[in-house]
């Protein structure tokens, strides 16, 4: 399609007959937490909106408007940060694709765009197969489908704990420059640990990651594509997976 297919745009008679073409809707999930010192608080949900609009405008898929806020309350004292208990995620989560199964959807892509979102969506999407029994629901992040090592972020150790790091910075001068202030940028040389730590625990700046003054919009420009490309491909072929077994899918 040559636009995205945004849910909120529509009227509610386009909105049924969307579902009418496609059960599916894609629900893109983001953060407002501090980002170090030269990157807004709302990377992740901008990263993720722009993942999701892109893939709904080569599928089809209808994408809803992002949910902004995520579990962001391990970054600790660093200003600005809007965080969630993973408990209210989880019940925002439910509401929405209530709201949504009674317009008549029936597959879920729970688009993520913040690593700390991973646990309340894995319960969200667990509650919600087993209330709707007519329903497919999955949590991804926007790299899931490609091999996770294949991400350049100049990150080689902390798990979730990549932030304010090469690939975000580039994939921000790639989508929004006018809100990154290269002039500010810093690094952070990670370690290894065993145990995940708050983010103001391990960096002074809230960066994780090597190399960020040599983020540039080229990367980004290829990272995002990837990340557009190869979850399209996904959620397009996902929409058409049959189920197990036709006799089982509830009607």
């Known amino acids: ?21 496609t059960d599916a809707v894609i ?47 391990s970054h600790g004292d660093f200003a600005g ?25 029936r597959q879920f892509v729970l688009l993520n765009g913040h690593i700390w979102n991973n646990g309340a969506l894995d319960v969200s999407a667990e509650k919600l197969r087993v209330r709707h029994k007519d329903s497919r629901i999955r949590a991804i992040g926007y790299v899931t489908m490609y091999p996770g090592p294949e991400v350049d972020g100049h990150v080689q150790y902390g798990r979730g704990l990549m932030h304010a790091n090469f690939f975000e910075t580039s994939v ?51 990272e995002f594509e990837r990340c557009v490309r190869t979850t399209a491909n996904a959620v397009a072929t996902a929409v058409r997976e049959p189920w197990p077994s036709s006799a089982h899918r509830p009607l």
């Open 172 to 222: 921000m001068l790639h989508l929004r420059p006018d809100l990154v202030r290269m002039d500010r940028a810093t690094s952070h040389v990670d370690v290894d640990s065993f145990w995940d730590y708050r983010m103001d625990q391990v960096s002074e700046t809230g960066v994780w990651g090597r190399d960020v003054a040599t983020a540039n919009p080229e990367h980004g420009k290829s």
């Open 81 to 105: 940060t809007i965080a969630l208990r993973p408990e209210t995620l989880i019940a925002m989560v439910e509401d929405v694709i209530d709201s949504l199964h009674a317009s008549g959807i």
């Open 1 to 21: 399609m040559s636009n995205p297919q945004r849910w909120e745009e529509m009227t509610w008679q386009e909105a049924g007959e969307a579902t009418e073409r």
């Open 27 to 73: 629900i893109p999930v983001g953060a407002i937490e501090q980002h170090g010192p030269h990157l807004p608080l709302n990377v992740d949900t901008v990263i993720c909106q722009a993942v999701a609009e892109e893939v709904s405008r080569i599928t089809g898929v209808p994408t809803i408007p992002p949910l902004s806020y995520g579990v962001s309350g």
